[in-house]
């Protein structure tokens, strides 16, 4: 159930239309920066520079020549970090209902995890973000978290409450994870 409608009387094209994914493994087809991002061609170029500045990438894709530069082996051009900005900004910029971020932090620095965090934060205001994450600070802001064991859920609420419960299996991944 996806706003109170049940998805599997949908047709699949919509259903796509309305999701999008941030995988942990990012990945940019060869083609312009344009075509990567919009590649349904429904978005005005100010709009395209306007996402990427609020994913803090905007310098970079400049810097490499604009939108209609050609990417080639999967824009080895742009570093892992870099790349992981640019699927976020393609995700933006089809403004759908549902954001899936796939351990979108696992492989990129400090810095581009706070720069994904913040754009997230701003940006996706009306979107259900459901973020996989194995990291106690990827998911510290969300409303809601679900710890799942063997496919199983274990524990559910948010996570500030859930820090402060002493028998909670979160409080025991947190202080894990500050070993």
């Known amino acids: 159930m996806v706003d109170g409608v049940n998805i599997a009387g949908v047709s699949v094209r919509y259903l796509r ?4 994914v941030v995988p942990q493994a990012p990945f940019l087809f060869e083609g312009s920066i344009r075509k ?4 349904l061609q429904e978005n005005m170029d100010f709009e395209i520079w306007n996402v990427l500045e609020k994913c803090h990438i ?17 824009g080895t051009a742009f570093s ?9 900004a393609r995700a933006l910029l089809k ?7 796939d351990e979108c932090t696992a492989n990129v620095d400090t810095e581009t ?8 934060a701003t940006e996706c205001q009306g979107t259900t973000v ?15 978290i679900l710890i799942l064991d063997r496919g199983f859920l274990v524990e559910q609420g948010n996570p500030r409450i859930l820090l402060e419960d002493q028998s909670s299996i979160f409080i025991s991944f947190a202080k894990a994870s500050r070993m």
């Open 17 to 20: 239309s309305s999701f999008a």
């Open 36 to 39: 990567n991002l919009d590649p």
């Open 58 to 74: 905007k310098e970079e894709v400049e810097a490499a020549g604009g939108l209609d530069v050609q990417l080639k082996g999967s």
């Open 80 to 88: 892992v970090g870099q790349k992981q900005l640019l699927c976020l």
């Open 95 to 101: 403004s759908c209902k549902v954001l899936c971020l």
């Open 113 to 120: 995890t706070s720069k994904l965090q913040k754009t997230l």
């Open 130 to 144: 459901i973020t996989i994450a194995h990291r106690i600070s990827t998911v510290m802001n969300m409303d809601n």
